[in-house]
């Protein structure tokens, strides 16, 4: 699964079920369940798929002070401790091949010795985190496979079986079926991630190109990268340590022998390392894996609150000092943050402790807390701060939301008669438009937004049609024509509150 510009850090060997015992293996860099095409080609950059505390190693003590002289003393006593708790993991599964698109030929390939079902054996890494053998691992890596096998780093091999995965995060544990038989093996303990700077030195433990066990050192180069289009849910840290197709699934540990991630993805141009790698976070890793183990999947934490990334034009507007955080933009009444002393307009900047940087960080913190759990969140309410607990309910389904994706045309079908307001094109709320675009029955008023007019205010404003205008300088809008005269009797900026489906955001439009 490939969802943008990063490539997924399995290693796939592909062998014909009609050549197993003699044709030699074709190596490709696996995206998800498929080959990457034109490796090596200057194109548009790939991403590719990285606490019992060991003994002697940040057991009760913070780990040493690095001089020039001893850096590599550290470093070497480190890995001695973390190499043995990751495996190198191997999964089959039977995979189609895709017609070529010449039928005469696809017809044939029978009989010329292609075509037909292939075995697929991906090649990856994992971490093990408890006694009992439960290993920690990219979804990616284990994906659709018939058989796994884990091999650890004094050569023992053993079956595998998958307990839970999650494709929305990439995350999947595994379990050894060990007969019994003690593994001898120290678990990694979980670092908190939450802790990282940039700057600070991490090692990559993994399995690249299915060389072996290989250890590579570098440094935290930033942390909370997100939109990168990996997962569905992301919040990586970004390392230059070497990772490669084969690490998925390894570990990213801090010089305490501490597990903080799970490597991922790598941005590449040619499917190796250039320097920019991707983990998913312990602080988000370890409650999905506790889910997967206690469950089989993941339950998702909701707090029933639309929020938007505190940008310095958002803060100005709302006369607020700039600074990082979220904003309230709305607050679900059937949803927990109802039942608490959060209101629109508070700027959330922290839960449980850990800074709120974006919009994007908090769904994912609050997400993966699970539901039940109980978050502290910490918020601003007109420069004052204050501290509220709330215990999460679970994610409801989504309903379907409007076609399409964000972008500055018109609805062809719609926009006809519609009203022009700043360069939005609106029109009324009815069951037609409610139909179009898949509204929400719980909105009742607004005005629906059918595409921008180029060149105008509202051109490069992130909305989209079937967006439903509400509200405009905190005043509800209950027409296209209300709405215009509002923003007509604005001053310099006017304030919209936009919703799409359940989620609401605030949209700047200018004079």
């Not at 998913?280 to 999905?288: D, E, F, K, T, V």
């Not at 076609?403 to 029109?427: E, F, K, R, W």
């Amino acid at each position: 699964m490939k969802k943008g510009g990063g490539l997924l850090l399995g290693l796939n060997l592909v062998l014909s079920l009609s050549a197993i015992g003699g044709s030699s293996a074709a190596i490709w860099l696996h995206f998800h369940d498929r080959p990457a095409e034109g490796a090596g080609v200057d194109e548009e950059p790939s991403v590719e798929p990285a606490r019992p505390v060991p003994d002697g190693v940040g057991a009760g003590r913070p780990a040493p002070s690095l001089g020039l002289g001893d850096t590599q003393v550290q470093t070497a006593e480190v890995a001695a401790r973390c190499l043995p708790s990751v495996v190198n993991i191997s999964t089959r599964r039977v995979v189609e091949d895709a017609a070529s698109g010449n039928p005469f030929f696809d017809l044939l390939r029978p009989f010329l010795g292609g075509g037909g079902p292939r075995e697929a054996q991906s090649l990856g890494s994992g971490v093990i985190v408890s006694e009992e053998g439960v290993v920690l691992t990219n979804h990616h890596v284990v994906a659709d496979a018939t058989e796994i096998r884990v091999t650890l780093s004094d050569g023992r091999e053993l079956p595998a079986i998958t307990v839970g995965s999650d494709p929305e995060s990439d995350v999947a544990v595994l379990r050894l079926q060990s007969q019994g038989q003690p593994l001898g093996v120290h678990p990694l303990a979980y670092g908190d991630s939450s802790a990282l700077r940039q700057g600070d030195v991490v090692l990559a433990i993994g399995n690249p190109f299915g060389v072996g066990q290989t250890v590579t050192m570098g440094i935290v180069s930033a942390v909370g990268r997100a939109s990168m289009g990996i997962t569905d849910y992301e919040d990586f840290i970004q390392t230059d340590a070497a990772i490669n197709p084969g690490n998925s699934g390894g570990a990213l540990v801090n010089l305490r022998g501490e597990l903080i991630g799970i490597n991922t993805a790598i941005l590449s141009r040619t499917g190796g390392s250039h320097g920019i790698g991707f983990a998913i976070p312990s602080n988000m890793a370890q409650p999905l894996a506790e889910a997967l183990l206690r469950d089989g999947h993941v339950t998702r934490g909701w707090l029933g609150v639309a929020i938007q990334d505190l940008t310095p034009q958002l803060a100005r507007s709302m006369g607020l000092r700039g600074g990082r955080g979220v904003v309230v933009m709305d607050v679900e009444q059937s949803g927990p943050a109802a039942s608490v002393d959060l209101r629109r307009s508070d700027v959330i900047t922290g839960l449980d402790g850990e800074t709120i940087r974006s919009s994007r960080q908090f769904r994912n913190l609050v997400a993966t807390r699970g539901a039940g759990a109980d978050i502290r969140i910490t918020r601003q309410r007109g420069g004052e701060a204050g501290e509220v607990r709330v215990t999460l309910a679970e994610r409801p389904a989504r309903g379907g939301g409007p076609p399409g994706s964000p972008g500055s045309g018109a609805d062809p079908a719609s926009v006809d008669g519609a009203t022009d307001v700043g360069g939005l094109l609106v029109t009324p709320l009815t069951d037609a438009m409610r139909s179009r675009y898949g509204i929400p029955r719980d909105l009742t008023r607004g005005a629906v937004i059918v595409g921008t007019r180029d060149g105008s205010p509202a051109a490069a404003a992130p909305v989209q049609p079937g967006d439903v205008v509400v509200e405009i300088n905190g005043q509800p809008v209950t027409s296209p024509e209300q709405l215009s005269s509002a923003y007509d009797g604005s001053l310099f900026v006017a304030m919209l509150r936009v919703r799409r489906g359940v989620d609401t955001r605030l949209v700047i439009l200018r004079r």
